[in-house]
Nanobody, 114 residues
């Protein structure tokens, strides 16, 4: 079992930046994948970015070149740096940890609006 706590969401203008953090209650070293997902109102939850233990990353096409995922195993934390934010990035963002099970945080809201 693990608890994931996200932080860093908020209101930002188009073109702005935010950095999300996800801190786990125990070591993340053994999670094969750590990721960020998002869910906009009326839409399904979708993968934003994922990073493996080896540091391999993959991104949704809609965020490539704008978002960067990283992990600090020593701090049990995964980050999502979001630059050049667009209104369509508005959503609740959820942290995910995966071993043989999926674990989810409670989510943090990101609103991109002028």
């Amino acid at each position: 079992q693990v608890q994931l706590v996200e932080s860093g969401g908020g209101l930002v203008q188009p073109g702005g930046a935010l950095k999300l953090s996800c801190t786990a209650s125990r070591s993340i070293f053994n999670f094969s994948n750590m990721g960020w997902y998002r869910q906009a109102p009326g839409k399904q939850r979708e993968l934003v970015a994922r990073i493996t233990t080896a540091g391999t990353t993959n991104y949704a096409d809609s965020v490539k070149g704008r978002f960067t995922i990283s992990r600090n195993n020593a701090k049990n934390t995964v980050y999502l740096q979001m630059n050049s934010l667009k209104p369509e990035d508005t959503a609740d963002y959820y942290c995910n940890a995966r071993d043989h099970l999926d674990y989810w945080g409670q989510g943090t809201q990101v609103t991109v609006s002028a």
